[in-house]
């Protein structure tokens, strides 16, 4: 029997609040349809999906596999229901996500030359939904930071660059050439969602402030609540006068990715690819030792 999709959505609403009455409040169903609705699903896959007693609601093992892999099916459907949706308006149009620091126009030059007549969008990204917005189609092609959740996905490495320390500019360290990680010991270190950004893949002992964006960042370091890091990119990108950016020899690079939707297969969507390996030298210029000089040139000055 064909999996119901629209089970599948009751299911992982119940599922993420554990609570029935919950669930179909914000489905703006009837709680005892939902309840029908999700006995129906467990008889079409002959598993009992979720425990129902005295203390609760509870996933079973089944259950929990159910909802791993619903968040890609649903995303999957939602991004051919948009595909269909263009396609029968008959547009010729390309969205191209990417996150701070990163700049698509080579690549979209380059593009237009054998697609004149293709609508080429761009839409900032950040970490914690890039894979998302990948996976529903809300954009065709990525420019992401690794880390990222490859679970249905095609993710192509494009370059690397330096990272480097977000500092107040009256810190100890501003206006440095260069430092290590060993300089920053003890240092307060503002958390992201993003761990490209984090020295290491692990929550640090003295992580604070939960920030996300490049520009909550800024404010926060400005302010003095703690340190950050950053792609040498993005910090050409983004100035701020209360704010020294300073490299770190010793962290590892980040690495620039191009990441479409495994199921995603589009000539035009391969040709924008090709486009962008092409130019992913002149992308990463973005953030080349000249640019840097005159960015933190100016950063020093401000600090």
């Not at 009256?170 to 440095?176: D, E, I």
């Not at 840097?292 to 040139?297: E, P």
Request: glycine share 6%; net charge negative; hydrophobic share 45%.
């Amino acid at each position: 029997m064909d999996l119901d999709l629209r089970k599948l959505r009751y299911f992982v609403a119940v599922a993420d609040r554990l609570h029935f009455g919950r669930a179909a409040d914000d489905l703006h169903i009837a709680q005892p349809v939902l309840s029908r609705q999700i006995r129906a699903l467990e008889q079409d896959l002959g598993a009992p999906l979720l425990i129902r007693d005295s203390h609760g609601v509870a996933l079973t093992d089944a259950g929990r596999q159910l909802l791993t892999d619903a968040g890609p099916l649903l995303a999957s459907a939602d991004a051919v229901r948009r595909r269909v949706t263009v396609a029968a308006r008959g547009s010729r149009r390309l969205m191209v996500g990417f996150r701070a620091g990163i700049t698509a126009t080579a690549a979209v030059r380059e593009f237009a030359i054998r697609h004149p007549d293709v609508i080429v969008d761009v839409q900032r990204i950040e970490s914690d939904d890039q894979a998302a917005m990948l996976l529903d189609g809300r954009i065709d092609v990525g420019y992401v930071r690794l880390p990222i959740d490859e679970t249905g996905l095609r993710v192509t490495p494009l370059y690397t660059e330096p990272r480097v320390a977000v500092l107040p500019a009256g810190h100890r360290f501003a206006g440095r050439e260069q430092i290590t990680e060993a300089d920053l010991a003890g240092e307060p270190l503002l958390w992201h969602p993003d761990t490209s950004t984090q020295p290491t893949k692990r929550p640090h002992p003295n992580a604070g402030y939960l920030v996300r964006g490049v520009d909550e960042t800024l404010e926060h370091v400005a302010a003095g609540r703690g340190i950050s890091f950053l792609a040498r990119s993005t910090a050409v990108f983004y100035s701020h006068p209360e704010v020294s950016y300073v490299p770190v020899t010793d962290l590892a690079p980040d690495q620039v990715c191009l990441a479409v939707a495994a199921s995603r297969t589009s000539p035009v969507v391969d040709d924008f690819l090709a486009a962008a390996h092409a130019t992913a030298e002149i992308t990463a210029e973005c953030g080349n030792d000249e640019m840097w000089r005159l960015a933190s040139g100016a950063a020093t000055q401000h600090g």
